[in-house]
């Protein structure tokens, strides 16, 4: 079975840093605006402290959230 | 025959339809169900309007610690628990070197909210390994117990206190890996990870440094097992949590292990989070991932007082880190007006006064302060011409800081949204954390709120249905394969009950921790007896039995 579209995320492998994952994970984009989009969709691990710090089990999206469909009451 | 049950009413975990019959059981085991078994036995128990079911397995505990002097998991068995899973959340008691005692004390208490008295001197540490530590609980236990390892205390042992600083090499994932084969060797039913803990120090717990290939070289372990991963995740936030039903759904499939993910709440302020969660779990369990989600029956209520740092005040670091100063500097704090107007500023934000606005007075020791019981700090704050916040610090003030309040309904709290939640068939019922947040919420009677609220009068179950979800179906989810079923040949675990009558009664206070450490707890109403393999552990007549016959159970 095909699964529907989910946000994109990834992980950090040991060792590797923000730049590492922009480079990586956002491999289209200059690594400054790379950098940026991270930041911009993971205010999660930014809003900690110390902000930006990466734990290896962090997720990590890669994209901006989806639009889904809300669900229907009834 | 060592015991007939007679003329009950059959509900034997299938969830098929009941029906009446008697029940015989020998040397710990279900030998006869269904029809009028001949003769008599050693003790017989008329159960003619009462329902005889499987004994119910909680699978989401913490009662490591409280198991080591209580082995009857009290009050979880008198409400018809049998079977409880320890070591959630990452944590275990074992394997835990001596070392790291303290370690993992501060982190029990941190999270599970344990009381200083629960490990001072309640217990003797005679363990490391895990195997020492199933020795230890065997001795005294009432009620089966199928331990998970926690993550957090394996990165430990492994790695000392790098375990909070960094990845770990492939020597020490090797050595992970070895010491899980021991603890699943040893009767370990699985192991447990957290993604959000914190520990005294409100810092990452171990598990959390770890990196997928950390997890998925330990899951790779239990593939050889075929035995459960549990992790924690951030249930507050609905896309990472649809992240970790995949990262999950990919280390079933990969090593063919079941998984579950705790809690899994409703919320009315993420209205959505529940569909989109439970669709992707439909979706990876259409693949053939094993990924189940637990969701617990009660509403959301936390009680707290001013003498600990409550869990409600995790998401306002400045109230948090106030709870959490020593008992004078506490004071000193609260009674500051200038720290004080910072508290109210946080709490309650451009005049915002909803976030305390319907918690209710529980208890006070001032006798002038009678009064305030049951009212909320919203109405007192009207009548003193004040904030609800404000009134809150007072109150608790003019009560050395002993006086105790309700936040009752924070959330999983609409019965129209959580009934066919329960029902769902790919949830599974449990999340309870018994034995843990002691001194927050009572985390006994979720199998009774069950049957009273979502069976009896919502009629969201048939009474079939709602035993089968919390016996056969966690017996099969958890692969425990002789529970969970009235069959010939299984463990005689066995819960009696009226299912006109079945409850959770009222939450009180209790001090009956070590030490006289208060908790809050819930007795049963409506269970009859229950029967822990083969003997009587608590009845409703005599109360908890001398009975030691509980078992270490695994897959």
């Known amino acids: 079975m095909t699964l529907s579209r989910a946000r994109s995320f990834t992980v950090a492998h040991p060792g590797e840093d923000w730049p590492d994952i922009a480079r990586r994970a956002l491999s289209g984009l200059e ?23 990466i734990l290896g089990s962090d997720v990590i999206f890669t994209e901006a959230p989806l639009v889904h469909s809300q669900p229907t009451d009834g | 025959m060592d015991l007939i049950i007679r003329n009950g009413r059959l ?34 128990i008329d159960a003619a309007g009462r ?58 208490q941190q999270i599970e909210e344990m009381p200083d008295a629960a490990f001072d001197g309640a217990f003797e540490w005679t363990w490391e390994s895990f195997d020492g530590y199933l020795e230890a609980l065997r001795k005294k236990l009432a009620v089966n117990v199928a331990p998970l390892a926690g993550h957090s205390v394996i990165r430990l042992w492994v790695m000392g206190d790098a375990a909070t600083e960094r990845a770990a090499d492939a020597d020490e994932l090797a050595a992970m890996q070895q010491l899980l084969r021991q603890c699943l060797e040893a009767g370990a039913i699985g192991l447990s990870t957290s ?19 950390e997890l998925d070289a330990l899951a790779a372990v239990l593939g050889e097992y075929g035995r459960m991963l549990q992790v924690v995740p951030e249930f507050y936030a609905t896309d990472i949590t649809l992240a970790r039903v995949d990262q999950l759904a990919e280390l079933s499939l990969k090593h063919q292990i079941p998984t579950t993910f705790s809690p899994l709440f409703d919320s009315a302020a993420v209205p959505d989070n529940v569909a989109r969660v439970l669709a992707r779990v439909s979706e990876q369990m259409a693949r053939g991932a094993r990924v189940w989600p637990q969701v617990q029956t009660r509403p959301i209520d936390i009680s707290f007082t001013f003498e600990v740092a409550s869990l409600l005040f995790a998401f306002t670091p400045g109230w948090y880190r106030t709870m959490r100063l020593p008992r004078e500097q506490k004071i000193a704090a609260l009674a500051n007006p200038e720290h004080l107007d910072g508290l109210i500023n946080e709490a309650e934000p451009d005049g915002n006064i909803e976030r305390f606005d319907t918690i209710r007075v529980r208890a006070v020791i001032r006798r002038e302060d009678a009064g305030l019981v049951g009212r909320t700090l919203g109405d007192i704050a009207a009548e003193r011409g004040s904030t609800p916040a404000r009134v809150m610090v007072a109150i608790s003030l003019a009560n050395d800081l002993q006086a105790s309040f309700l936040a009752a309904n924070l959330g999983h709290n609409d019965p129209a949204r959580v009934g066919p939640l329960l029902a769902h068939p790919m949830v599974h019922i449990g999340a309870s954390d018994a034995g843990a947040h002691i001194q927050s919420f009572s985390t006994y009677g979720d199998t009774g709120y069950l049957f009273s609220h979502f069976v009896r009068d919502r009629q969201d179950f048939t009474l079939e249905a709602a035993v089968k979800k919390i016996t056969a179906d966690t017996a099969r989810i958890w692969g425990i394969s002789d529970r969970g079923l009235l069959q010939p040949g299984l463990a005689a675990d066995v819960t009696i009950f009226d299912p006109a009558i079945i409850d959770r009664g009222d939450e009180e206070a209790a001090f009956d921790m070590p030490e006289q450490g208060m908790r809050y707890v819930r007795h049963a109403r409506g269970i009859e007896a229950v029967i822990v393999n083969g003997e009587l552990a608590w009845s409703a007549e005599a109360g908890y039995s001398s009975a030691h016959s509980g078992q270490v159970v695994n897959a």
């Open chain 1, 31 to 53: 690594t400054d605006a790379a950098l940026e989009a991270l930041k911009s969709w993971n205010l999660h691990l930014f809003l900690r402290k110390p902000g930006g710090r």
């Open chain 2, 11 to 44: 509900v034997d975990g299938t969830g098929l339809p009941s029906f009446f019959g008697d029940l015989g059981i020998r040397d710990g085991r279900i030998v006869h169900v269904g029809g009028r078994i001949p003769g008599s036995a050693t003790r017989e």
């Open chain 2, 51 to 108: 329902v005889v079911a499987p004994g119910f397995i909680d699978p989401h505990t913490h009662f490591d610690v409280q198991l080591l002097w209580d082995g009857q998991a009290r009050p979880a068995l008198e409400h018809g628990i049998t079977t409880v899973i320890p070591g959630n959340c990452s944590l275990s008691l074992a394997p835990l070197k001596a070392e790291h005692r303290p370690r993992l004390v501060g982190m029990f």
């Open chain 2, 195 to 213: 993604f959000v803990d914190v520990d005294e120090n409100l810092q990452p717990v171990p598990s959390r440094y770890a990196h997928f290939e």
